[in-house]
């Protein structure tokens, strides 16, 4: 569960989101949760990967019809 703390490993490392710290605390801490386990995050493709496919897809599918016209 968690990411354990090098130092000490019963720890899990934290992240405060006000004002970015960073630290190793007790898993059963007050007022905390884990937002992340191991397995619950997805890759997911940026905008720019996808506009740069299509974009590669258009280019080929223009030279290919250009091809295919004569022209």
Known sequence: MGTAFAVRPDDLWFFG??????????PFFANRAWAVHSGNVVAVPEPETDALMLAGIGAVAIAARRRFQGG
């Open 17 to 26: 989101t006000r004002d970015g710290c960073q630290d190793g605390n007790d």
